[in-house]
């Protein structure tokens, strides 16, 4: 059974840093690209930041130069260090786990930036 678990998100301050988790199971982590993703009320469903298994990175253009997203194939966990939050982070963040025709999802977990 795959899970994929986020942990992390919460309520903080414009300015604050986050890291978000997302710890694996039940499949060959370190053979995934693994994503988050971002969703915001009334908003499609948002690539933020993606890592492939050889460690490549992408982001999207509001997270460059804010946000990092790195990994751990030995604890099979993905990490998003968010710094600089604004407002417009807001939004429930999910992982997701990518091997082509295999893709998984977590639960979601939500940012909340606010004064």
């Known amino acids: 059974q795959v899970q994929l678990v986020e942990s992390g998100g919460g309520l903080v301050q414009p300015g604050a840093s986050l890291r978000l988790s997302c710890a694996a199971s039940?499949?060959?982590?370190?053979?995934?690209?693994m994503g988050w993703y971002r969703q915001a009320p009334g908003k499609q469903r948002e690539l933020v930041a993606a890592?492939?298994?050889?460690?490549?990175?992408r982001y999207v253009d509001s997270a460059k130069g804010r946000f990092t997203i790195s990994r751990d194939n030995a604890k099979n966990t993905v990490y998003l260090q968010m710094n600089s939050l604004k407002p417009e982070d807001t939004a429930v963040y999910y992982c997701?786990?990518?091997?082509?025709?295999?893709?998984?999802w977590g639960q979601g977990t939500q940012v909340t930036v606010s004064s």
């Open positions: 997701n786990a990518n091997q082509g025709r295999r893709e998984y």
């Open positions: 890592i492939t298994w050889g460690g490549i990175t």
């Open positions: 039940g499949i060959l982590f370190s053979t995934y690209t």
